[in-house]
């Protein structure tokens, strides 16, 4: 097979990986089988926690993510992305040992916002790691749009619990933690909401929030930057 | 990473692959992403269509097919399972290039059904290449039960067309002339129906048929088989 191939490293959850494969299946113009996006997924999730790594409680996730990359590299895969926005906090190591391009979470959200002309300030839904690696913010701040981010309380009473729940199926419970981490965010001012954390969509949709109409998902952002790269490639 | 790693030969088509994949996570007792069963997914829908080649009217899918096994195998995959029934007429050509074993559709889906003792006639939708190569009904019959199959009228007028519906996602109208077709072998008499294509399931999920209780899905069947693999492996 010619043309382009999608690799997607998953297991950073698993849910969140279906949750990606689903949004570029349902997002491609497609009239029979040979139509869709050709994908090879790495849907492994023993990978250490990326946010015990990073609090010093736990190993460091990085061996078992090269691992996925270098899979993915043999079995031909032409770009790369990642259905979990916490390890871009990797991604400069990641991308070194990967032959093909991996395209940033962050750029592919940026370039979906950027179809919202005049938004002045949104709130982002992320992990600590998230957050303070800051390259959502940096690329936002460099658009002018400002971001919100969640206080230390919200995070550990309702966005942290809620993320684990979705990691653990328990899609309702999870689901409206997150809404109402979410709440406090458009409460303070947030015009549109950044979902920054894989699990987010994936529990805002189980339990049909308004919120979700208010939302950018980075997960959709990604899904679409996989079908236009296949659709620009088949086509020369 | 020891232990079962579980490789699937996807992309016929794209959209019960992703069937199988949820099956898998939802069929998984997990309390953390790493409980969850590990699998490397080969979807490239860009295979040769399997019925028009058996109708002698397209090249034959298997050239592709092997492609991905090849890959699977290459990427350390230590099981391999199909969700396409009707690859499995080249059962025996794919598992004489892999060194990974492939688990045979219809002999998870003979361990499911013989959890329902007692049956003695299951209804078999299915495609013609599928029907004709006969593995379903052999593997029944072994076991005492008949096997029903739909009519040409039914397969031109009901089965083909509503498949093609669901692999071009319109899932409303697959859904309906699948559900037909089914119900036509329930008035023949069918105390069960297997849905021995991988877009039935999908087509019955998405319209709620009442039928689908009445059914054995030999995608929820791969899916067992596959927690299974991983949970004794793991445990090893």
Redesign the interface.
């Given at each position: 097979?010619s043309g382009p191939?999608i690799g997607v490293l998953g297991?950073?959850?698993?849910?969140a990986t279906?949750d990606l494969?689903?949004k570029i299946?349902?997002s491609t113009p497609?009239?029979?089988?040979?139509?869709?996006?050709?994908?090879?997924?790495?849907?492994?999730?023993?990978?250490p926690?990326r946010q015990k790594a990073m609090a010093g409680t736990g190993p460091s996730p990085v061996p078992?993510m090269l691992?996925g990359i270098r899979?993915l590299n043999?079995?031909?895969a032409t770009h790369i992305v990642i259905p979990c926005n916490t390890a871009h906090r990797w991604f400069d190591e990641l991308q070194a040992a990967s032959a093909a391009p991996i395209v940033h979470i962050a750029d592919a959200t940026l370039a979906l916002l950027q179809q919202a002309p005049g938004l002045r300030k949104v709130g982002l839904l992320a992990t600590r790691v998230t957050s303070e690696a800051g390259f959502f913010q940096s690329r936002f701040a460099a658009h002018g749009i400002e971001c919100l981010v969640t206080s230390d309380a919200e995070q550990d009473a309702l966005f942290t619990p809620g993320c684990?729940a979705v990691?653990?199926?328990a899609l309702d419970d999870g689901g409206k933690l997150l809404e109402a981490a979410a709440q406090a965010l458009i409460d303070r001012g947030a015009e549109r909401l950044v979902l920054a954390c894989t699990e987010v969509p994936v529990g805002l949709q189980h339990i049909a929030s308004p919120l979700a109409a208010r939302s950018i998902d980075p997960t959709m952002a990604l899904a679409l930057s996989c079908v236009r790269i296949w659709q620009e490639g088949r086509r020369t």
């Open positions: 097979m191939l297991g950073m959850g698993p849910a279906l494969l689903q299946l349902q497609a009239a029979r089988d040979q139509d869709h996006v050709p994908v090879v997924t790495w849907n492994v999730p023993q990978i926690d078992a691992d899979a043999t079995a031909g684990y990691k653990r199926n």
